[in-house]
């Protein structure tokens, strides 16, 4: 039987962790994985230079007969996820903030968002706050180097150390990883938050997601 091919885009190694996930539960798929080395990071961007760029590579997704597109950038699904869905005919699964969970089991009422400027910047994300997390305080630490800090391999833990103990030390007991750069330092995030903050991210629920658009296509 031949493979279903979907395609996986981030502007950089932030989606191979998602790739890692939906290979892990999807092993029979085969994945076609897109960056865009030459223009990342893109979360200091400008939505249309950021449009421009995404475009052409999701036109190859479709040229190379992908029946799936994964956005695994929050920057791009906050941003521009409905208007690539009203363009593009195939099934475009994204990813945002998981400002609905956090807020919804904090127990302290404050939960950090650790996210790109772009992405704090969405009109989405400003949704996401007003719908989900009105009664809770949502602070959001300034992460704007941190995907060139991970892209060059350059992880500055203090400055990490800094910002994770901030956040804990203001009440924070969620942590939401708002940036799939940010999944790849998850552990060192987890530990200097000594336990005072439980850290989220969308990989299982994408990989949901992806189940669920897949069984329609058959
Ligand atoms: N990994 C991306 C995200 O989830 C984009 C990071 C960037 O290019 O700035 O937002």
């Not at 190379?64 to 475009?92: G, H, M, Q, W, Y």
């Amino acid at each position: 039987m031949q493979k279903i091919k979907i395609g996986v885009f981030d502007s950089g190694v932030g989606g191979l962790s998602i790739v890692k996930a939906i290979q892990n539960e999807l092993p029979e798929l085969e994945i076609v994985y897109k960056d865009d080395t030459q223009h990342v990071p893109y979360g200091t961007r400008s939505v249309e230079e950021i449009y421009s760029f995404v475009k052409p590579i999701f036109q190859s997704f479709v040229d190379e007969n992908c029946k799936v597109i994964v956005i695994a950038c929050n920057t791009v699904t906050t941003n521009l996820a409905d208007r690539l869905r009203a363009e593009f005919s195939l099934p475009i699964v994204g990813m945002e903030p998981m400002v609905k969970p956090a807020a919804a089991v904090s127990k302290t009422g404050v939960i950090a968002v650790c996210a790109t400027p772009r992405t704090l910047s969405s009109h989405r994300y400003k949704w996401l706050k007003e719908e989900f997390a009105k009664n809770v305080k949502v602070l959001e630490p300034d992460c704007s180097d941190w995907t060139y800090m991970i892209e060059n391999n350059r992880v500055d833990r203090e400055k990490i150390a800094k910002i994770v103990s901030e956040v804990c030390d203001a009440g924070a007991d969620q942590i939401v990883l708002g940036c799939t750069h940010y999944h790849w330092i998850e552990q060192l995030i987890e530990d200097y938050s000594k336990n005072r903050a439980k850290v989220i991210q969308p990989e299982r629920a994408v990989v949901a997601q992806l189940k669920r658009v897949l069984q329609q296509l058959s």
